[in-house]
């Protein structure tokens, strides 16, 4: 069970890591990184790390993409 | 340097990290194995100081030093940010301010509910950092990103209101020079250790936690606001 629940979020965070490297427009890519940074936490919760996830939360999935948002904004594209 | 020298260099270093992780790879613990003498040191020891989340105890006591300079690192990233971000004499911000327009409804009613229950959240994690998961740096960034939320319920102006950012500047640099000084001064874990799971255990951990909360939230508001105002309220271009 327990290899099984790693196995799948392992595959989640490769899905959405790609997903990532696959998204061209930056704008979408804050989105699909928020993305990433949901799969990580699930990854690192399963590995019985929750302060670990906790961090990738607040970081991964808010900070990180709302700061690559604000500067494409800036930017204009 | 050719494109030519600078994929030699690139190759020479990917070749040389492919081999060191391959061995240093070969060397670890097997995965999931039941073996983990650091745990059971770890774990000892978080008991022995009262601290009921082990990793806590890790990041504030047993190895202080490393979140000192962690806490050290984020404070100069604060502040290049600020300097880079800094704007220019000829920038200045707009006369009408676009975006206190009012948000959609919904994504408004959905921030109101939520800003007090993140807010909430982010100082739960604080406070009991040393009992359950979380601790100063995720509480810190909880609270910092929920403030935010302010910016979609009220728009602009209202996160402007609310958040005076020259508070949020001397809290960071306050709270990092409070830290800095509770560590170095005090390089053992002083107070009375309380009993285990207590509110008040643990000794300094949760006031080391409640004081690096602060210097992280204080530094994500501040480096947020520089994007913030970058972003939103400048003219010009680039």
């Known amino acids: 069970m327990n290899a099984a629940l790693i196995a799948v979020s392992l595959l989640l965070v490769a899905a959405a890591g790609t997903a990532v490297v696959a998204t061209n427009d930056p704008g979408r890519q804050a989105v699909s990184l928020s993305a990433l940074g949901v799969a990580l936490a699930l990854l690192f919760f399963v590995l019985q790390a929750p302060d670990v996830a906790l961090s990738q939360i607040a970081v991964g999935t808010a900070l990180v993409p709302l700061m690559v948002l604000l500067a494409v904004r800036k930017t204009g594209k | 340097m050719s494109r030519r020298a600078r994929q030699a260099v690139f190759g020479t270093g990917a070749a040389v990290l492919a081999v060191l992780f391959a061995l240093a790879a070969a060397g670890l613990p097997p995965f999931g194995g039941d073996q983990h003498p650091y745990r059971d040191r770890a774990v000892a020891a978080a008991l022995h100081q009262a601290t009921a989340n082990v990793v806590a105890s890790l990041t504030f006591d047993l190895r202080g030093l490393d979140t000192l ?139 080391l936690n409640i004081l690096v909360g602060f210097a992280v939230g204080a530094g994500a508001v501040v480096l947020l606001a520089q994007f913030l105002t970058q972003a939103i309220t400048l003219e010009g271009e680039g």
């Open chain 2, 69 to 207: 300079g962690e806490e050290m690192i984020l404070l100069g990233s604060v502040v290049g940010a600020v300097a880079l971000l800094r704007p220019r004499p000829d920038e200045k911000p707009h006369a009408d301010d676009k975006t206190s327009r009012p948000q959609q409804d919904a994504v408004a009613l959905i921030s109101y509910v939520f800003l007090p229950l993140t807010l909430l959240l982010g100082f739960d994690l604080l406070v009991h950092g040393h009992l359950t998961p979380g601790g100063g740096f995720q509480g810190g960034v909880v609270l910092a990103t929920g403030l935010h939320l302010l910016y979609l319920s009220g728009g602009y102006d209202a996160l402007r209101r609310l958040r005076p950012l020259a508070w949020y500047e001397w809290v960071e640099g306050l709270t990092t020079a409070a830290f800095a000084l509770a560590g170095t001064a005090n390089l053992v874990n002083f107070l009375p250790h309380g009993r285990v799971q207590q509110l008040f255990s643990a000794g300094t951990v949760p006031i």
